[in-house]
Every structure is written in structure tokens, then in C-alpha cells.
């Protein structure tokens, strides 16, 4: 550091070169995140100093937090969930199942999650010893309901299913999985991270909440298809009792016992959170959704008269496209500014078609690939 | 949530609404945040979207955040210093005892921390697995060299200094700790999230950080003295290889691998950090430092003359005050607006001397504090 500070416009001038190496969100199809609602960077400013880590200092915020935790229980079939507001999903889902690992206190605990399970998972079972293990996808990358079954063993706390996978945007059989947990006394852990907050303003309706029984716990992430500040992630129990294990004293702060993993943490988002979920209402995310599911279908339309097809009907606003010559394409399409990204298994295009981009960016973005592909 | 969304005018006053039921920081004596400093604020605001999960999207707040963690390095002993920033201490520590854990690699590992380690130790113990093992404190709330020599045995994998405990504000023997790390090879993690801000800038010189020989790992908060916005820990490595254990594939990201806890993650914060220590530069953070400094010793002196000491010298800006009818005195203090807290062991009157606070408000203080104590 140096030992005079620099005049505030010398720092703000280097904050705006800084800036300018960012991406701006215009052509990024490989992003969960987007440009966060006008509202909820109002809401975040307003409520920048504010620090839900000793909420006793700010009941009002908290008060905000405990509407939000309401709001999005009622969106995910059931008003009376409780919960907190995280700095993610991973949070989130270390947090669920932490709640399963101690409540089961198992020698040598594991957990069944599918092959599609976002990579945080390889994270979670090292930070919180769990052995994980994989159950294998159907053609259409659900989870396969016999592979889980087989991996069940004694010694399992927990099955996860994903609503919304981050590759291909599927949504495994919850109602088939929760049968599962319920005949294996198991935990059911929904991450819903990215769907949480468009599967429920699908046409198509699915079973994959709080309304499914059996299920024990959500995340859905208000910092992604919600429009909200980052962090903002949701954790969500079905039963009060789940917080029990991740209930902390707190014995110098205003408060005497706090749930979450992070301590100081960010009011902003919380207030964010608050703001834009109040301001778009049901019909405002339905109709982002829409808009969203529209331009997924262009994209695979046109795509599909460059004889590119994706490897399922997008369930929601992510494709998985077959792109032949897949790095090439990718690199190609990277020098006109586009920024792509992968699937594991199989190898495949992954665009995420969030509301940040508009009709006129996929229209050119088909155009750039047909040009990428060789075929103008 | 409402099916048709409220007008912006008309959140934003639920808002405004909400934020006056939180405290304003002017009397609160209890809190390790304060307000953030303008520029940070400011920063804030522009790189609201930026999202340091994947960070391959913006590398200019990558730039901004590997210059922050090099001028930490240089604060804390060591420009060549590794590390990232957190969402705050408890991430921070966390991620230096998993390190610690997977490094060493024992059966059942424990860990030797001071009775006066932050509540989030407990926390920690519990979310890796890592049995805690408390050392007592000497008379002046430092950690006992003995205890913690007695508590390490061949599952031991870390040592834990603080410097600026929480309740005391006290510093460890760090260079004796380190000296037990360095004949018992384990790891040494200095929890400096509050003092790493503050010990660089006393008038006293302490041996606390990457210059004594042996310590592994520094977490120090720029969002508690550093003036930052929340969420911003930091987490400082002496060597790179310490992240290794951390490391993770994103298969689906414009990067290849990430080290931290979080996916998602605030570059907002980070260019928070930036802008603020740039702008402070050492002598900023040293006047910061002083003026906390003075108004510690300003109420020292001035409670004193009503009898009441402190339980130690205060050596840096947190006061434990020997006040008689504790509980009772704390409440009148809150019926005129006052937030204190307590420490456990003894039970002592804990404040915290910010500087949100100024000399003004230290002499109302004194003069309400001789109102409830019944000597006016």
C-alpha cells in the first residue's frame, strides 16, 4: 500500500480503467448471474451499511429478511418454511446438509446426489466429510431413480435432486426421489439455486417444492433468475427443527443465537431481495420468465435450420446445443464476442439464456454462429 | 409474494420505512463494523454486477482484487502473500483449518485455540470435523503458552493466535506460538480479523503477522476496520501451496479452477476494498487508527473517574470495563440509546470505540454513564 493515499478522482479514474476490462453482460450466454433489477441496486445502496451478522442492530432489515424467507416459502409450495438469507448456493447447500449430517450422525455418512449436480457438491462432501455419490442421468439427464436406490445404503443421510441443472437445465423426478427419502427416512435436499426462481412461471408445471412431501430443504438463489444483488442466496427448511443444528450463541453480539454459516453479513442484498421480489410480484417474474423461454426458443429454432440441435428440449432458458467442431466454434464465436460455455457429459455448447440479452442479441448471435460454423 | 408487483415509489417508502427501524451506528459501542467509508461505498455501486465466482468474466476486478490482497500481504509481513477475499471471518478461517486438516491428514485431527477465539471457532470445529481444544488465558487475556504446549498432542494439526480478540482486543504471543508450530510442525492461523487493520498502525510495535517465522495463515476483515463495505474478509496464505487443498474444477465456467468457499462471490466488495485503501494509503489507516486510539483513551480516563477501570490497559480500541450492576447498568445505557455488549469470562462492560464514533459522543457517554451508574 502506499503510504499517501491517492486523491478520490486519481481512484475513481483507476476503478473506471478496471471496469472497462470487465465483460459487460451483453454477450455473455454463459452466465446463472445477470444485471441485478434497478430497484434492488437502490434497495442495496440504501442498505449498505447494515450487517445481518448481529441483526439486533437492525430489526428493520431483519423484518425485511423474515418477508423475503415468507415470500419465497409461498413461491416454493409453502409459506410456512423457515430459513435465512446466505451468500449463495453453496452456502445453501452446506448448510442442508449440514443440518442432515448432524441430525443423522452417521460414522461414515454419504450422500446420493445425480451426475448433474453442480460442482460445489465435490466441495461440500470435503469441507463436511461426507462421502459423495453419484447416481448415473437418463437420456434426458434426469437423475435415474434406480441408480439412486442403488447407492442408498445404511449409512446414507441424504438424496439431493436438482431443479434446474447447471448444464442442461433439467429437473429431476423430485416425486420419485421423495418417495425414496420417505421409505429410506432420508433427507431431501432440492437445489433449485437457478430454478428456483423460474420453474415455478413455466408453462409446463412441475413437482419439485415444498408441496412434493418429503422434501426437507430448498435452495433458490434471489442473486440469479430472482434480479437481486449479489450475495444473495435462500436456504429453505420444510421443518423449524432443521435449524437446530446450525444454531450458534452468540454470546457478544445483540442477538444470542444466529444460523448461518457466514457472520457479518451483507443487509444489502437482504434489502435488494426485499425490493425486487415486492416491486415484480408473481406476474413481473412470470413475466421475465416468458420473455426468457421466448428467446430460448428462437435460439433453438434457429439454430435448428443451421442443422444444430440441442440435446433436449430446453426445460427452461438453458440449451445444451451439439455443436460440431465444438472448441473451434467456441473460439471463433469468442473473437466476435461471445462468450460460451461447456457441457461435461457429452461435450456439448451450453448457452444460458438470461434477461440480460434481447431478441435482437440472439437473432445475431444465430447469425455469428452460422458464420462460425462455416455455412454462410 | 403479491401476484401484481407494488410501484417502485411505493417499495422504496416500505423501505425507507424498514431502514428507521434499524440503529444508526452513532451510539453503538458494541459493533466490530461500521459505516463504510464514501469511496467505498462508491465502488461499490459500479462494479455491482461483477461476480467474482467467474471471474474469467471480469478480469478487471481480478486485477483489482489480486493488488488488494498483495497490499494486505505487505501490511501483514509479507508482500508475496497469497490468498483471496472472503465473505468475512468466519470464511476466512474456515478455509485456513480446512487447508490445515486435509494437509496433515490425521484420523481425528484437533486444533488448539485460545479461550478467547471468536464464537466462529465452535462453528468451524463442527462444519470440518476438527475437534476444538480450548487453552486457558493468562492474567491479561493472552493465551497461555503451557496450556496450549499441554493440549497439543500427535493429532494436533494447527495452533490458533489471535491478535485483537474480540472480547479484549488482546494480542497473543504470537512468536511463542509460532515457536510451538514450527518444533510440533503444525500449522499457525492468526485470527487478525479485526486487528489486522488496527496493531499495524499502534504506536507499540507487536510480532503478529507473516514476519514472525511460522505463521501459515492471516485472516484480517477489510469490512470491520478496513473501512470496507460488507462482505470482505480476507484470507492470506504465506505459501501457495496452502490453496492447493482448496482448489476446485469449474468445468462450466470462462475459468479452470477457484479456491473459494463461495461460488458466487462480490466484486463489489472487492473493488470496495480497493478504492478505500487507495485512497487511505497507510497514513489514512494510521489516523484512523490514532483517532480510535484517542477516544479509547478518552474513556479509559474518563470512567475512571468514576471509579471504574478497565480489565486491562486497552491495546488497541476495545474496552472491557469493570462495571458494577452490569446488566442493570447496560439497560439504563440502552434506554438512552447506548449499545453495549458483554464479555463472558469475567463479565465485564465491552465496548468498542469505532470511528463512527467521535470525542463528542465519548463525553456523552461518560457523563450518561455516571447518570446509570447513580453518581450524579
Not at 49 to 63: I, R, V, W, Y
Not at 266 to 278: D, R
Not at 291 to 314: A, F, S, W, Y
Request: hydrophobic content about 40%.
Amino acid at each position: 500500500m502506499n503510504e499517501k493515499g491517492l486523491p478520490e478522482k486519481e481512484v475513481l479514474s483507476l476503478l473506471t480503467k478496471a471496469r472497462q476490462k470487465d465483460t459487460s453482460y451483453d454477450k455473455v450466454l454463459s452466465a446463472m448471474c445477470t444485471k441485478p433489477h434497478p430497484i434492488a441496486v437502490k434497495a442495496h445502496m440504501q442498505f449498505i451499511s447494515s450487517n445481518m451478522g448481529d441483526f439486533g442492530l437492525f430489526p428493520g432489515t431483519k423484518e425485511l429478511e423474515e418477508e423475503v424467507i415468507t415470500m419465497m416459502g409461498s413461491m416454493l409450495g409453502d409459506g410456512n418454511a423457515c430459513g435465512y438469507l446466505t451468500t449463495g448456493g453453496t452456502e445453501s447447500n452446506i448448510q442442508a446438509l449440514r443440518t442432515a449430517r448432524n441430525i443423522k450422525n452417521k460414522k461414515k455418512p454419504n450422500m446420493v446426489v445425480p451426475d448433474s449436480a453442480h460442482f460445489s457438491f465435490d466441495k461440500i462432501a470435503d469441507i463436511l466429510g461426507i462421502e459423495i455419490r453419484k447416481a448415473s442421468l437418463d437420456r434426458e439427464f434426469k437423475v435415474d431413480i434406480d441408480s439412486v436406490g442403488n447407492l442408498i445404503d445404511k449409512n446414507t443421510i441424504a438424496i439431493v435432486g436438482i431443479a434446474g441443472s447447471t448444464e442442461f437445465g433439467q429437473i429431476d423426478p423430485i416425486d420419485k426421489l421423495a418417495q425414496l427419502a420417505l421409505s429410506n427416512d432420508l433427507f431431501l435436499h432440492v437445489d433449485a439455486a437457478f430454478g428456483g426462481f423460474v420453474i415455478p412461471y413455466l408453462d409446463k408445471k412441475y413437482d419439485f417444492d415444498f408441496s412434493v412431501k418429503g422434501v426437507t430443504s430448498i435452495t433458490s438463489d434471489p442473486h440469479k433468475m430472482g434480479m437481486s444483488t449479489i450475495p444473495a442466496g435462500g436456504l429453505l427448511f420444510k421443518d423449524e427443527a432443521c435449524l437446530l443444528p446450525l444454531e450458534i450463541d452468540t454470546p457478544y453480539l445483540t442477538i444470542r443465537k444466529q444460523h448461518s454459516l457466514a457472520g457479518t453479513r451483507s443487509g444489502a442484498a437482504v434489502a435488494a431481495t426485499y425490493a425486487v421480489m415486492k416491486h415484480l410480484g408473481e406476474d413481473g417474474y412470470s413475466k421475465i420468465v416468458k420473455k426468457c423461454m421466448k428467446m430460448t426458443d428462437m435460439l433453438v429454432q434457429g439454430t435448428r435450420k443451421l442443422g444444430v440441435e440441442p440435446l433436449i428440449e430446453p426445460v427452461m432458458n438453458i440449451v445444451a446445443l451439439d455443436v460440431p467442431d465444438l472448441d473451434e466454434v467456441r473460439k471463433k464465436l469468442r473473437a466476435k464476442g461471445w462468450i460460451t460455455s461447456m457441457t461435461r457429459n457429452p461435450r456439448a455448447m451450453r448457452l444460458i439464456v438470461m434477461p440480460h440479452l434481447k431478441e435482437t442479441s440472439i437473432e445475431l448471435f444465430i447469425s455469428d454462429l452460422e458464420m462460425c460454423l462455416g455455412r454462410h
